[in-house]
């Protein structure tokens, strides 16, 4: 339901048309004649969610194996992804008008905000979140515990949104079930910080004359300078590595109970090799 709401609202925000080969849940809203009621959707899922918890805990109370911590949980990272969704917004750059000539400023558009609109947006409530409520249910309260845990997901996380991004751009829409939407919303995405990194000072003249613009001629110019670059490739290098790096931090974390350690290092080797060179 929390995973729910928050795509609701992130497909308000980037005003994205399609979800999983459907149209969007805002704009199916919107054409039924209901305006922005979907705003007000989201937030019932994500309110729903933690009214869940209350319910399903109330019989045993407070004294309930990790009921504050999992409330904790919800709260902080909700508010984590809050502040994700605002450093997205405020990072995206566009121009006002296609015809305009004035040159993009891409100041933005560095790995430093990228991975901290990654971590808050997506790496705390998709891999952390899940993770951190099966520990307080099973009564781990060592913070240390769920601090090196955090510190797998949260790669994990990266490299999943990582992904995200590159199939925004390179991805079949057939297949992905979303329209990209990244490029022409000017927003601080893995292809674009790739590209700024590697750009020769043409390359980067072409980029700020043509990212962040809906016009098509726009979006196909900067894609050229991707292709010059070499970003599929550099992606494929980029999936190997952090594979190869997330799957060593599994095999380096420890928990107290040995057993327990076991399954959960067989766990996020699972999830790893589930999204590793995914196409949707």
């Known amino acids: 339901m929390l995973h729910a709401g928050f795509l609701i609202h992130d497909d308000i925000i980037d005003n994205a048309p399609t979800r999983r080969n459907r149209t969007s849940w805002f704009l199916v809203q919107k054409q039924a004649g209901r305006g922005l009621i979907a705003v007000n959707d989201g937030l019932h899922l994500i309110l729903t969610a933690k009214l869940l918890l209350h319910h399903l805990f109330s019989s045993n109370g407070t004294a309930a194996v990790g009921y504050l911590k999992l409330l904790q949980l919800f709260d902080e990272v909700s508010y984590r992804t809050c502040w994700g969704q605002s450093l997205d917004f405020e990072c995206a750059k566009t121009v006002a008008d296609d015809s305009s000539t004035e040159p993009l400023p891409l100041d933005s558009f560095t790995r430093s905000n990228l991975n901290e609109i990654t971590v808050w947006k997506t790496g705390f409530y998709t891999f952390y979140l899940p993770v951190a409520c099966g520990m307080a249910i099973a009564g781990i309260s060592d913070e240390t515990s769920y601090s090196v845990a955090s510190h797998i997901l949260l790669k994990l996380g990266l490299y999943f949104q990582a992904q995200d991004d590159y199939l925004d751009c390179f991805g079949d829409v057939a297949v ?105």
Not at 190 to 201: D, G, Y
Request: hydrophobic share 40%; with cysteine; aromatic share 8%.
């Open 176 to 280: 992905t079930g979303k329209i990209g939407t990244d490029m022409s919303d000017g927003k601080c995405s893995w292809p674009i910080v790739e590209c700024l990194a590697q750009a020769s000072p043409e390359q980067l003249k072409v980029i700020q004359l043509n990212y962040g613009r809906r016009d098509p001629v726009a979006q196909a110019a900067v894609r050229e300078v991707y292709a010059q670059l070499h970003l599929p490739q550099v992606f494929a290098d980029y999936e190997t590595q952090m594979r190869t790096e997330i799957m060593k931090d599994i095999m380096e974390w420890a928990l107290p109970d040995v057993s327990v350690t076991g399954r959960a290092q067989q766990l996020f080797s699972e999830v790893t090799d589930r999204i590793f060179r995914r196409t949707n």
